[in-house]
């Protein structure tokens, strides 16, 4: 059964109130429920965990190495500032892919630019929460 990570950066602990204009209204626990039912359904096996530090992330990541098959990561505002979190994902073996719920390639120009992919075999941006379950299925293709 292939072990995946699915590791949600700053602010996303918060999801359902911050900007549900943007973001929406599904909590973070939706998502992971989500996910959850989604993994089972493929015969995965789902590891969830948000982090607002950066350096957690980085331990996660670290962590995933040589366990996890797979890593679904939403990195939020990291994803434009931390090479520590690329680096990191760059230490990882198996497929990454990185989620965004807006589009930011829609928002601020700071935001149009991620370090993380540089790294991911797949981003995902602008589908909602329902990005979270597009990375899953795509990474089962991957992982075939």
Request: hydrophobic share 45%.
């Amino acid at each position: 059964m292939p072990i995946i990570h699915i590791l949600n950066g700053p602010n996303l602990n918060l999801l359902g109130q911050r900007q549900p204009e943007i973001y929406g209204r599904e909590t973070l626990a939706d998502v992971e429920d989500a996910c959850r039912a989604l993994g089972q359904e493929m015969g995965m096996d789902i590891t969830f965990a948000q982090d607002n530090f950066e350096g957690g992330l980085v331990e996660r990541i670290h962590a995933a190495r040589g366990v996890a098959d797979g890593i679904i990561i939403n990195p939020a505002a990291y994803s434009h500032t931390s090479v520590a979190i690329l680096d990191a994902l760059n230490m990882f073996e198996g497929p990454v892919i990185e989620v965004h719920i807006s589009n930011i390639h829609k928002r601020e120009a700071f935001r149009q630019h991620s370090y993380v992919s540089a790294r991911a075999d797949a981003v995902i941006a602008g589908a909602g929460t329902h990005g979270y379950r597009l990375a899953l299925r795509h990474l089962a293709e991957l992982l075939a």
